[in-house]
């Protein structure tokens, strides 16, 4: 087993706005985020998937959208809802159906498959997606044997209170500091606008000035962390000597 470690920052949320878009963009070209989700359902989806065209290296996958929720009054409430998420049918018809949209505005199959809030860990969502992505051989977070996924550098805690500590510069470094062997995903959110209607919102220009830290870039490199897209994962897997998908 090989003791390197391979790292895969993936963006979550774009094409959900121009604030969102140009923010990953700026992570990625000036900071350390080599991958990126997609949500079909939102108008700048079209300007991302332009973006993502002309640069091939750069990763694209599926970021499942079943609705966003937030905590209140001890409880968790929607802020919109695609479809019940008791409803296997009607999970199953979106998945579809964002699969599908995806392949029509990407022109081909997504590198890899997550969620909007990790919906996709709850069944049967659960289900339907690591269905979708053993057909396609992708990895699904949070399912995948060969990708460990990294969630820490967030800016909220699960109750969705300010941890503005989480998403600093040496946060990074510290999660950096701490990556295990083989291939990790992180996950992050930046965004360069305030043209979202969402809890997570000045959290996201925060996480853009970290990912671009060239103290961050340069911590890359001394602890010799390969940073990669998720298009490198079949053949790291096949180095591992692991499969991609698991139930």
């Known amino acids: 087993m090989s003791v390197r470690r391979y790292l895969i920052v993936n963006a979550d949320d774009f094409g959900q706005s121009p604030g969102v878009n140009r923010g990953i963009i700026e992570a990625h070209e000036h900071g350390i985020v080599t991958s ?87 069944e049967p969502a659960r289900s339907v997606a690591v269905e ?39 946060a990074l470094i510290e999660i950096l500091a701490h990556l295990q062997p083989g291939i990790t995903e992180l996950g992050c959110h930046p965004s360069a606008g305030q043209d979202l209607d969402t809890t997570y919102l000045h959290e996201r220009a925060q996480e853009v000035k970290a990912l671009c830290d060239a103290r961050v870039r340069s911590a890359v490199l001394h602890m010799g962390i390969d940073l990669c897209p998720f298009t490198a994962v079949r053949d790291l897997s096949d180095h591992f000597g692991v499969a991609t998908a698991k139930k």
Not at 64 to 69: P, T
Not at 74 to 98: C, F, G, H, M
Request: proline share 6%; glycine share 8%; net charge neutral.
């Open 36 to 122: 990126t989700s997609l949500m079909v359902r939102w108008p700048a989806a079209a300007e991302a998937v332009e973006y993502v065209r002309k640069r091939p290296g750069f990763s694209l996958g599926l970021h499942i959208d079943l609705g966003e929720w937030v905590y209140r009054d001890e409880n968790w409430t929607p802020l919109y809802q695609v479809v019940p998420l008791d409803d296997v049918a009607a999970v199953k018809e979106e998945i579809s159906r964002q699969l599908a949209a995806f392949r029509n505005l990407a022109g081909r199959d997504p590198t890899h498959i997550d969620s909007h809030q990790h919906v996709h860990l709850r």
């Open 132 to 170: 979708a992505a053993q057909k396609l051989r992708v990895p699904l977070r949070e399912c995948s044997r060969d990708v460990r996924y990294c969630g820490r550098f967030y800016g909220q805690t699960a109750e969705g209170s300010p941890y503005p500590e989480g998403i600093t510069t040496g």
